[in-house]
């Protein structure tokens, strides 16, 4: 089957699930920022929450609706 078409623009967002190894740097720096930080579209893993009690001597991070706050 051949499908064209044409004459139509196409938007709209697709949330793209961020890689367990850049949520781990976001929250490394933002766990040192002095503005609090948001990170979107994260999932949590073992690892990612070993990381996120590591960083809670140096600031507050919290999960909420598959969104890291930092502060």
Do not use: W, Y
């Not at 089957?1 to 709209?12: C, E, L, P, Q, W």
């Amino acid at each position: 089957m051949n499908v064209t078409v044409s004459g139509n623009t196409i938007t709209g967002q697709i949330p793209a699930i961020a890689s367990k190894s850049a949520v781990h740097r976001l929250l490394i720096c933002a766990a040192f920022c002095k503005q609090p930080t948001v990170i979107e579209n994260v999932t949590t893993s073992q690892d990612i929450e070993a990381t996120i009690r590591c960083l809670q001597f140096a600031a507050d991070i919290r999960f909420e609706n598959n969104r890291l706050l930092v502060t």
